[in-house]
């Protein structure tokens, strides 16, 4: 009985891709992607080593076992794991406060919870974390890494740099004196290699050219900065099985970080695979890719790794380059393991003001500036939300962020809830036009009944994707939809943008004024174009017929 609700649970795209049938040209398409994915993934697992405390070759360990594991187990046909920045803050500071066998204790604890938090079903619900709790802690973990890369990118001499961030800033500030123009020049020009080498292919990625082109001129002039050699020594050839040490009186120290790795572990692969999901038409199991996420942070620290997620830029690369099936993300693993075995010892020369440029880069594309601002045109309670949980993360934690966080955006519910109660809604005549039979072909009709929230947004989107690739002219009615947040936004835009690609229309109609106003002010009038705006049923539909005429 066990095994049976197990395999009901756990069902990895792997298998289902062998089920279905897998022909060689798939495979040299996810051949091709594998190796490129793990070029691109080869400087970031290396830079994010080294931006979270531990040396480089625990970044390649990481990107090798975790991900293969996430890609041989999880859900997702196109999910790629490793290490990713979003990790840099916790595993740093985890590190500083229980060493490094305490944090490969509490990765190991990590994946336990995630397994557990797979096999409960959880994984629908972790999809439903509110947009500005996500944008406030993703826009906070940004600022802190670009703060970690100042001293590499200034090339400071700075012999111990504070945890904190107001610290650090202090100890950058006392040292500029002995900034090093050098590091500077490098730092500059690794950015807009990485940045720029993209006008000229997105075959290579940027980060990748910039190492060796960077790497080649520091070794071949004798460039006077710093290596990972100089900070590191050098980088193992191998992986070693070794366990950590464990104080079992000790072991519950260990369970907040761990809850913490876990959390934001399973939001952000699961915002990854949502994401690819996107991309390739398809559909991932939640609490599959939380499971595979969760054996993959088990098994690898004892090999030496450190946390492990599913990635979104990496994912993102995987999909562009053809990768559609698990044996790309497979095959990428298994193209970093052949560079770690047969180039590892060039590694050590990589001068650490490159590795603060990529990673500056990688600072600036997880800031989502963008989604930040945009989240001050929405009501005061997600403003509230975003700050508090920026803020936290930046000068207290990440774990007292996320908690405080989820805790203000269920009080948040609370409210609106409350609120919606006493909201009188525009209604429209009920005798005419509810027949829908009446309603022209090509001409879709989608009622949202209630809230318009974090809690049902992904479910309502859904649902208009999918009825909406089927018409022409998509009608929304929102009658009795007292409020919107900025999640149901965010979500409403993408679907919107989604089917504006394949030239389908959507009309929204009996929008009350509160949730008008939000619409507004999230530019969502605007991409609709305010004629696909009305207040009545009969006014949309004949809308609509002048779109199917």
Same mark, same amino acid.
Request: glycine residues 8%; charged residues 10%.
């Given at each position: 009985m066990i095994h049976f609700r197990?395999?009901?649970?756990?069902?990895?795209?792997?298998?289902?891709?062998?089920?279905?049938?897998?022909?060689?040209?798939?495979?040299?398409?996810?051949?091709?992607?594998?190796?490129?994915?793990?070029?691109?993934?080869?400087?970031?697992?290396?830079?994010?080593?080294?931006?979270?405390? @531990?040396s480089?070759?625990?970044?390649?360990?990481?990107? +090798?076992?975790?991900?293969?594991?996430?890609?041989?187990?999880?859900?997702?046909?196109?999910? #790629?794991?490793?290490?990713?920045?979003?990790?840099?803050?916790?595993?740093?500071? +985890?590190?500083?406060?229980?060493?490094?066998?305490?944090?490969?204790?509490?990765? #190991?604890?990590a994946g336990f919870f995630l397994i557990l938090f797979g096999l409960l079903k959880l994984g629908?619900?972790?999809?439903?974390?509110?947009?500005?709790?996500?944008?406030?802690?993703?826009?906070?973990?940004?600022? +802190?890494?670009?703060?970690?890369?100042?001293?590499?990118?200034?090339?400071?001499?700075?012999?111990s740099v504070p945890g904190d961030f107001i610290g650090k800033w202090t100890a950058y500030i006392g040292a500029l004196g002995t900034t090093n123009k050098f590091a500077v020049v490098l730092t500059i020009i690794t950015i807009f290699i990485t940045v720029g080498f993209k006008k000229i292919t997105t075959k290579i990625p940027g980060s990748f050219v910039a190492i060796i082109l960077v790497t080649l001129f520091v070794h071949l002039f004798h460039v006077p900065v710093n290596t990972i050699e100089?900070?590191?020594?050098?980088?193992?050839?191998?992986?070693?099985?070794?366990?950590?040490?464990?104080?079992?009186?000790?072991?519950?120290?260990?369970f907040a970080p761990a809850l913490t790795i876990a959390l934001l572990g399973a939001i952000e692969s699961l915002l990854s695979a949502v994401v690819a999901d996107g991309m390739i038409g398809s559909t991932h199991d939640s609490n599959t890719e939380l499971i595979a996420q969760g054996v993959a942070n088990v098994v690898t620290p004892f090999f030496g790794g450190i946390p492990a997620t599913g990635a979104i830029a990496r994912t993102a690369t995987n999909v562009k380059n053809g990768g559609r099936t698990p044996i790309?993300?497979?095959?990428?693993? +298994?193209?970093?393991?052949?560079?770690?075995?047969?180039?590892?010892?060039?590694?050590?020369? #990589?001068?650490?003001?490159?590795?603060?440029?990529?990673?500056?880069?990688?600072?600036?594309?997880?800031?989502?500036?963008?989604?930040?601002?945009?989240?001050f045109n929405g009501s005061r309670f997600d403003i509230l939300i975003l700050l508090v949980t920026?803020?936290?993360?930046?000068? #207290?934690?990440?774990?007292?962020a996320i908690e405080v966080g989820v805790v203000l955006s269920a009080l948040l519910f609370m409210k609106r809830m409350s609120d919606a109660g006493g909201l009188q809604t525009d209604t429209v005549d009920r005798n005419t036009l509810e027949n829908y039979s009446d309603i022209p072909a090509g001409i879709s009709i989608y009622e949202i009944s209630g809230p318009f929230f974090f809690g049902s947004a992904k479910s309502y989107c859904n649902t208009l994707r999918e009825i909406g690739?089927?018409?022409?002219?998509?009608? @929304?009615?929102?009658?009795?939809?007292?409020?919107?947040?900025?999640?149901?936004?965010?979500?409403?835009?993408?679907?919107?943008?989604?089917?504006? *690609?394949?030239?389908? *229309?959507?009309?929204?109609?009996?929008?009350?004024? *509160?949730?008008y106003e939000e619409l507004h002010d999230s530019r969502i009038v605007f991409l609709l174009g305010k004629a696909n705006i009305l207040s009545t049923f009969e006014e949309a539909v004949q809308r609509a017929k002048k779109f199917v005429n």
């Open positions: 197990l395999s009901e649970i756990c069902r990895p795209a792997l298998f289902s891709v062998l089920k279905q049938g897998y022909g060689k040209e798939q495979f040299g398409k996810d051949l091709f992607s594998g190796i490129i994915v793990g070029i691109v993934a080869l400087p970031l697992a290396i830079a994010f080593a080294v931006a979270s405390g @531990v480089p070759e625990k970044g390649l360990i990481t990107a +090798v076992i975790a991900g293969f594991i996430i890609s041989f187990l999880g859900g997702s046909r196109v999910q #790629i794991g490793g290490p990713t920045g979003a990790f840099i803050v916790i595993v740093f500071g +985890v590190l500083q406060q229980y060493g490094f066998d305490g944090l490969l204790i509490s990765t #190991i604890l629908t619900l972790l999809r439903y974390i509110p947009h500005p709790l996500i944008v406030g802690f993703t826009s906070a973990i940004a600022l +802190v890494i670009f703060s970690t890369q100042v001293k590499d990118a200034l090339g400071l001499q700075i012999r100089t900070s590191f020594g050098t980088i193992p050839q191998k992986i070693s099985l070794s366990a950590p040490h464990i104080d079992w009186a000790q072991l519950q120290m260990y790309a993300g497979m095959m990428h693993a +298994v193209t970093l393991l052949l560079i770690m075995l047969f180039f590892g010892s060039w590694a050590k020369l #990589i001068p650490m003001p490159c590795l603060a440029g990529i990673l500056i880069v990688v600072a600036y594309n997880m800031s989502e500036w963008r989604s930040f601002l945009s989240i920026f803020f936290l993360t930046v000068f #207290i934690d990440l774990t007292v690739s089927k018409s022409k002219v998509l009608i @929304v009615r929102m009658r009795y939809v007292p409020f919107v947040d900025q999640t149901a936004v965010h979500n409403l835009r993408d679907v919107i943008q989604s089917l504006q *690609k394949s030239n389908i *229309k959507v009309i929204l109609s009996g929008v009350n004024p *509160k949730v």
